[in-house]
């Protein structure tokens, strides 16, 4: 993995955290921050207090009180803090003779023998997988800190101390080299948490807060469909072919992602192509938490609408209104999804949007290859690139 690690924490520690002002839970030997999750409980924040620094196993597999669904582990999992070692485990660490083995947990291959010697392996909830595409084994991986000086001599790819774009058009990165690191995430946690990428006065140009999409969009798709319903018979005509942009939206959605910003196979081994590439989405894959390079900067979706704009009224070619209200339709699906993007990464959201985030977050942390969906998953349902984590391959 890329230089990421949770801490190991006092059982003493963990206990005094029951508090509004700081909360957590622990399932097994994990160890969740849910403070912020008080208020949004379904049952109030008074039961989650009752609990308070304490284990929750038993009353999350109590059908009978209350019976959590897989997004209750799901909302646990985002807040993986760290591993506690309780007495089974201590136990377990003092008869070892190596107790580098076990602690810091997770134990790795000798300390998972050893818990299950001394019939402690069951304080850990799960033997956690790690991707082998990725080099993560869950969600919670993409917020944890990397190591920048660990990472660049481990990986010998990108020192995130320094900008990255020379670094990627001098690094000589061979094409397998490259796709394979820059879809492995790391997570940069100084300053605004972006990575510098320039490095110098064309640094604010490539970060685009998310605002800025509907403030940008939003006008010229109102005054454009505006337009379209003056040349158009009627406001039932003018929404038909609005919305028929917004539904053919989902397919050029799927289409950028998949056969523009995955051409992975397709990528030309050289240098111009590598950054392109970089620029395009790795960035994105690389850094997938970088709240400024979530959505597409406003200059760059003109230079990819600009065709589009052409093909609706080639298409459309018999009625220049019809064309502008499908176009119109489908900036307007563009905005949605941008902020759907920024919304699944950085913000808690209603239960359809958290399966949603979960599916989305897996195509980041499991398998780049499949998940190209944003806002839905129907495309990849009939394209069959529909992730499935239960199958997907770990590294050895």
């Known amino acids: 993995m890329p230089g990421i690690a949770l801490p190991t924490l006092p059982t003493a520690d963990v206990a005094s955290h029951n508090t509004e002002k700081s909360c957590y839970v ?36 109590d059908k009978d009180s209350h019976k959590h669904t897989e997004a209750a582990y799901d909302i646990l999992n985002e807040r993986l803090i760290g ?56 969600v919670e991986d993409l917020t944890k800190d990397t190591d920048l ?51 110098n006065f064309l640094e604010p140009l490539s970060k685009t807060a998310w605002w800025v999409i509907p403030l940008f969009w939003l ?12 040349g158009l018979p009627s406001v039932f005509q003018t929404a038909a072919y609005w919305f028929l942009g917004l539904c053919l939206w989902t397919l050029v959605e799927y289409g950028l992602h998949r056969g523009l910003f995955h051409v992975d196979k397709y990528l030309p081994d050289n240098r111009i192509g590598i950054t392109a590439h970089f620029l395009l989405h790795g960035i994105h894959h690389y850094l997938p938490m970088d709240r400024y390079r979530l959505v597409m900067p406003p200059t760059l979706f003109v230079a990819l609408a600009t065709p589009f704009w052409k093909l609706a009224h080639t298409v459309f070619f018999y009625d220049w209104y019809a064309a502008t209200a499908v176009f119109c339709g489908g900036i307007f699906g563009y905005v949605g999804y941008d902020l759907t993007h920024y919304f699944l990464h950085h913000k808690q959201l209603p ?30 349902t009939v394209f069959g690139t529909e992730l499935g984590v239960p199958g997907a391959a770990k590294a050895a």
């Open 26 to 61: 622990t399932v097994g030997a994990n160890v969740y921050d849910v403070t912020d999750f008080l208020e949004d409980h379904p049952g109030g924040g008074d039961l989650i207090l009752e609990y308070g620094g304490k284990d929750i196993s038993s009353i999350m597999q």
């Open 83 to 138: 591993f506690v070692a309780k007495e089974p485990i201590i136990k377990a660490v003092t008869a070892h003779d190596r107790p580098e083995d076990i602690v810091p947990l997770l134990p790795n291959k000798e300390g998972l023998e050893a818990l299950k010697a001394n019939g402690a392996a069951n304080e850990l909830t799960e033997e956690r997988p790690i991707f082998a595409a990725t080099g993560l084994s869950g």
């Open 149 to 199: 000086d660990a990472d660049y001599k481990t990986h010998r790819f990108l020192d995130l101390n320094k900008p990255l774009l020379m670094q990627v058009w001098n690094g000589n990165y061979k094409k397998d080299f490259y796709l394979e690191q820059v879809h492995r995430p790391r997570y940069y946690n100084k300053g605004d948490g972006s990575a510098p990428l320039f490095g």
């Open 219 to 230: 006008p010229p798709v109102a005054c454009g469909t505006y337009t379209a319903y003056g």
């Open 351 to 380: 239960s359809y949007y958290r399966q949603l985030k979960k599916y989305h977050l897996e195509h980041h942390y499991s398998n780049y290859e499949k998940g190209f969906g944003v806002t839905s998953r129907f495309w990849d």
